[in-house]
């Protein structure tokens, strides 16, 4: 039993030990542009229907070089089909503290009126979802 005990105490101090190297969400956010450094600009979760780009910015810390983001970019409601993946990117980050970009361009047609989502994944691990609407003046 106490070598159960200790085999287990090993395997929680090794996780953790894990757990406390992988890469941190920091912070996120949607908005209506981004500045050169990266950084949200008119920060909101609402959009119309001729907005230009929505963009996201998404803060990490604990960033090895080569980790990879992916966003991918989700009508929830806004179409015919629900839960419609309208693209996706991925990104490489840099060792560190590390913002990731996206941005999706107006469709030709302007955006359709509804609920979506940013889902966001590191290393192929989902790590959040960012909720945005886009609705009428």
Same mark, same amino acid.
């Given at each position: 039993?106490?070598? !159960?005990? /200790?085999?287990?105490?090993?395997? /929680?101090?090794?996780?953790? &030990?894990? *757990?406390?190297?992988?890469? *941190? ?15 949200? *600009? @008119? /920060?909101? $979760? ?6 230009? &780009?929505?963009?996201? =910015?998404?803060?990490?810390? $604990? =960033? ?8 991918? #970019? ?8 629900? $839960? !419609? ?14 913002? &990731?970009?996206? *941005? ?5 047609? @302007? #955006?359709?009126? @509804?609920? !979506?989502?940013?889902?966001? !994944? =590191?290393?192929?691990?989902? /790590? ?10």
């Amino acid at each position: 039993m106490k070598t !159960y005990a /200790i085999f287990v105490l090993i395997c /929680i101090t090794a996780f953790t &030990a894990i *757990q406390s190297e992988a890469i *941190q969400l920091v912070a996120s956010s949607m908005a209506r542009s981004v500045n050169a450094d990266n950084v949200a *600009q @008119g /920060i909101t $979760d609402t959009f119309t229907p001729d907005t230009s &780009a929505i963009h996201s =910015v998404i803060v990490f810390s $604990d =960033v090895k070089a080569g980790d990879q983001v992916k966003g991918v #970019w989700v009508a929830v409601d806004a179409i015919e089909i629900p $839960d !419609y993946e309208i693209g996706s990117t991925t990104l490489s980050l840099k060792a560190g503290e590390a913002r &990731a970009h996206f *941005q999706l361009s107006r469709p030709n047609n @302007g #955006w359709p009126i @509804g609920n !979506y989502n940013l889902l966001v !994944y =590191v290393n192929d691990v989902f /790590i959040t979802s960012i909720p945005f609407k886009v609705k009428k003046r």
